[in-house]
């Protein structure tokens, strides 16, 4: 099904989006992150014609990352895919921006998020081994495989990474606001605590080097 919304052109199909932006055809094998974006940010250029109603209709719905934190292994589990996808995409971004102070953001990011990685999969290991928890994550950021335009590629890829980062803020606020509520119903020994308190703190240096991440991006796009 061809949908013409305004001056854009989506083709819809059972896995992929094809989107016709700046006069280039642009895959998107996640119809859930698309719908995402453009609904927690309508004023972003590519979304200023998306016709909700066609995407209703289609049946799909849009993840809520937060939602699918309800304890420390949904988060975690969840959590490294989400990096994972930040890590690759910021990689990718890397070898093509002359962007000075995009690269700066980009490698810490890379750096940053492969440490936090490593510190989540070792929680794991060490306090789920057993656990048969399958992480539900899928993919948020945009196929930008088909686009050539550099300019095109950073302004997708900040805007992208805004709501990822912003998905990433919202899931370490639902961890603590599930631990605080724990916090009064459970008792620890001196090195239960200890380790409460790191993942605590592990989620709070989350939501404040992606908030500041954000404003940089903010910042930036100014440019665009």
Known sequence: MIVIVAIYKFNFTNDDVYVEYNGEMMKTDDYNALETHCKMMPDMAWCEGFNFDTVISTGTHTMDHAAMVTDEISFLSEMIPHHQEAIDTSATLLTQTQNTALKVILVNIMSGQANEINM???????????????????????????????????????????????????????????????????????????????????????IDAQTKEIAQFQELLKNY
């Open 120 to 206: 989540m999969k070792n929680r794991l290991s060490d306090n789920y081994s057993g656990s048969d928890y399958k992480p539900m994550y899928m993919p948020m950021m945009r196929d930008t495989s088909s686009i050539s335009a550099i300019t095109t590629l950073e302004k997708m890829y900040m805007e992208d990474m805004i709501v990822h980062h912003q998905w990433a803020v919202d899931m370490a606020n639902k961890l603590l606001s599930i631990m605080k509520q724990q916090d009064q119903l459970i008792k620890l020994t001196e090195e239960g605590m200890k380790q409460r308190q790191a993942l605590k703190d592990f989620a709070q240096g989350i």
